[in-house]
């Protein structure tokens, strides 16, 4: 009897897996355009993103070129972040500290988020808010430490796509930035 058990065991096993194969493949299928975590829109390989125009006598001003409508819009060289309203008003702007990779320019959607995780430094973050991943499959997002982790410092040595916000900043993030909302990483 215990052959014929571990029998049906195994095939109910195999169905469950191809099942939840087919139905992965089904939903990556159905993916709208942009959702996918790689960035829909990117320079020429090799090719440097050319810097969207400042207004140097408002450092915090929206710069111009940097999309329309409803987005996050980060700027990797000035490592800060405007969220911008689908009238094109900015909401709130704020500087953030990058992890150790960098996105590509480009436009992204956000793709998941997460209440509260340890961070790939091992420091317990929260409001993380994904928006794409590199070829070797490290997340890139926006966070801010909690309260445990205030005032720990993180290991440099460490590869982390996350672009940490203070505990406010991440709270209007969090509000924000749902599910498929853009985001537009400029240089």
Known sequence: MAGTSSGVVAGLTAAAVGAVGLLA????????????????V???????????????RHPAALPNGSGTGERVVYSVDDDRVWLVDERGRVTRTFKVTPGTIDPAPGAYWVTSRSKAVTGTDGLPIEHVVRFTTTKDGSAIGFSALTPMSAGATPD????????????????????????????????
Do not use: C, N
């Not at 159905?30 to 829909?40: I, K, Q």
């Not at 320079?43 to 993103?49: I, K, R």
């Not at 509000?175 to 498929?180: H, L, R, V």
């Open 156 to 187: 440099p040595t460490v590869k982390t796509g996350g672009i940490r916000e203070t505990r406010p900043d991440g709270d209007a993030m969090w509000k924000f930035a749902t599910i498929g909302v853009k985001v537009l990483v400029i240089r």
């Open 25 to 40: 493949y089904q939903a990556s299928a159905t993916v709208p355009p942009g959702l996918g975590g790689r960035p829909a």
């Open 42 to 56: 990117s320079p020429a390989p090799g090719a440097p993103a050319s810097k969207a125009p400042r207004d140097h």
